[in-house]
């Protein structure tokens, strides 16, 4: 549900556009702020329920949520929908951290899978179920600019109810300050793996950060749709398949994942880029699809050749970088497509997304290499 409100205000965002004169920049900061929200919380304030205790943190987690989502009830510039981005980026970052964590510990006495499927599916089925609620209420329902936000204000309300009554799972303990201290690692023998998968992170995240900042204005402008929910079918038509392209590489090494990955996910981009030339909603849809996919094979592989030959402990903070790094490049990317979007339309902005895609497929297809000793 705190991805589901973070995804929320996505399908409303050419209405405030049209309504209250947001510009293209406008929208291109909210994703920024959104990762740098999330980058902030994940590196300093990641650990924090190993010493606060899961629930402290969770009902932290859902008062940033709802206090994001009051502000959205009243949109009227580009202000308060930054400031609530921001607010949702930090829940959404501590949740991927202290809320997963919590359901770790609760999975005792249940199938194995079971928690690692809730944590690994969760953030893409959130976004996708809160844009799609999103996108049908306001399309079907009365009071489309603040409906979709008083759905989510009540169903949050459920949440903390539900925490409330369960049960704590760790034992509060001294050095909460240590622990916002971010933890970096890169092992040694992974070193010469880490820029491509680096650049494999940059391209595929900066993908996603385009279609939060400029999907439904591609919907009007490019693809010559105003229907709310069709913007959110056009949003998740990217998140949703990504959760397929890990298991595809399963029997791939990694370079093979990250280079098949990364051709497909080049030519599904060039895919979309057609779509927007041409008005297709249907090719847009199709290539989307193939990209979010492609997006999941890529970056299983660049994971796994990150994770390949490290112990335990050194696994954190690998994770800490992966993090850091593919949140990073959102944001970059997002900031710069905002810059570019004051002298080119929308169709020229995405082109810089296919370019920067185009360039990390040859380098990867060039510099890909497998752990030295590990057939991943």
Same mark, same amino acid.
């Given at each position: 549900?705190?991805?589901?409100? !973070? ?93 997963? !964590? ?104 900066? @993908? ?66 057609? %779509? ?11 290539? %989307? ?54 002298? @080119? ?32």
């Amino acid at each position: 549900m705190v991805f589901a409100a !973070s995804a929320a205000p996505i399908p409303l965002y050419d209405i405030y556009r049209q309504e209250e004169g947001l510009t293209y920049n406008d929208l291109a900061l909210t994703a920024v702020v959104y990762f740098i929200g999330a980058i902030t919380a994940l590196l300093i304030f990641g650990r924090i329920s190993n010493h606060l205790g899961r629930k402290p943190v969770a009902f932290l987690i859902f008062a940033l949520t709802f206090v994001a989502t009051l502000i959205l009830l009243d949109i009227d510039s580009a202000l308060p929908l930054i400031i609530a981005r921001l607010l949702l980026g930090f829940a959404c970052g501590l949740a991927s951290s202290a809320i997963t !964590s919590y359901i770790a510990d609760s999975g005792h006495g249940l199938p194995s899978w079971l928690p690692a499927t809730i944590i690994s599916n969760s953030p893409m089925v959130g976004l996708t179920l809160g844009a799609l609620m999103s996108g049908s209420l306001v399309e079907f329902a009365p009071y489309s600019r603040t409906l979709c936000y008083i759905v989510i204000l009540v169903i949050l309300t459920l949440c903390t109810l539900l925490i409330m009554m369960s049960n704590e799972s760790v034992q509060k303990s001294k050095g909460l300050i240590k622990s916002f201290k971010p933890k970096f690692s890169l092992p040694q023998a992974d070193k010469r793996l880490y820029p491509i998968a680096a650049s494999t992170f940059v391209a595929t995240w900066a @993908m996603g950060a385009f279609y939060q900042a400029f999907g439904p204005s591609i919907a009007v402008d490019q693809l010559e749709t105003h229907s709310t929910l069709m913007v959110a079918i056009l949003f998740s038509s990217y998140l949703l398949p990504s959760a397929i392209g890990g298991p595809l590489t399963a029997k791939l090494t990694s370079a093979n994942a990250q280079r098949i990955g990364m051709v497909i996910f080049t030519f599904a981009v060039f895919g979309i880029l057609a %779509s927007l030339k041409l008005s297709m909603i249907s090719l847009f849809i199709l290539s %989307s699809a193939i990209a979010g996919a492609s997006q999941g094979a890529v970056l299983t592989g660049s994971i796994r050749s990150l994770l390949a030959d490290i112990n335990i402990k050194q696994r954190a903070g690998v994770l800490s970088l992966i993090y850091a790094t593919s949140y990073t490049g959102a944001a970059v990317s997002s900031f710069i497509a905002g810059q570019l979007s004051h002298y @080119m339309n929308l169709f020229h902005v995405s082109i810089f997304y296919g370019v920067l895609a185009f360039i990390v497929c040859i380098t990867t297809l060039i510099f890909a290499k497998n752990p030295k000793h590990t057939n991943l």
